[in-house]
């Protein structure tokens, strides 16, 4: 039974800093792609980045230049590093993993999914 465990959700201002963990029960050298997704109240699930074992990193728009996904190998551990946050980053934050390459932002992609984590950006 694969599990992924999110941490480090919570309340910041605008304009403050999160660092997302997403521990992971197994190798993620098993996993071809990590990625992050979120989803606000109301919306539908968002892709926020990815990054693949072979190094690629793929990040939305939104995430573009504010985010940063990194993977370690060695703690089974992947991160989600936030800075510049804004109001409309409020969400819970879930981690997935798969272990074939594929449409990296496409949720139904990913075998595997974490419980989430709620992020709160206050303005």
């Known amino acids: 039974q694969v599990q992924l465990v999110e941490s480090g959700g919570g309340l910041v201002q605008a304009g403050g800093s999160l660092r997302l963990s997403c521990a992971a029960s197994?190798?993620?050298?098993?996993?071809?792609?990590m990625g992050w997704f979120r989803q606000a109240p109301g919306k539908e699930r968002e892709f926020v980045t990815a990054?693949?074992?072979?190094?690629?990193?793929y990040y939305a728009d939104s995430a573009q230049g504010r985010f940063t996904i990194s993977r370690d190998n060695n703690k089974n551990t992947v991160y989600l590093q936030m800075n510049s946050l804004k109001p409309e980053d409020t969400a819970v934050y879930y981690c997935?993993?798969?272990?074939?390459?594929?449409?990296?932002?496409?949720?139904?992609?990913?075998?595997?999914w974490g419980q989430g984590t709620q992020v709160t950006v206050s303005s």
């Open positions: 997935a993993a798969d272990p074939n390459p594929g449409s990296y932002n496409w949720a139904a992609h990913y075998r595997y």
């Open positions: 197994t190798l993620i050298l098993n996993y071809h792609l």
């Open positions: 990054a693949s074992k072979n190094g690629d990193a």
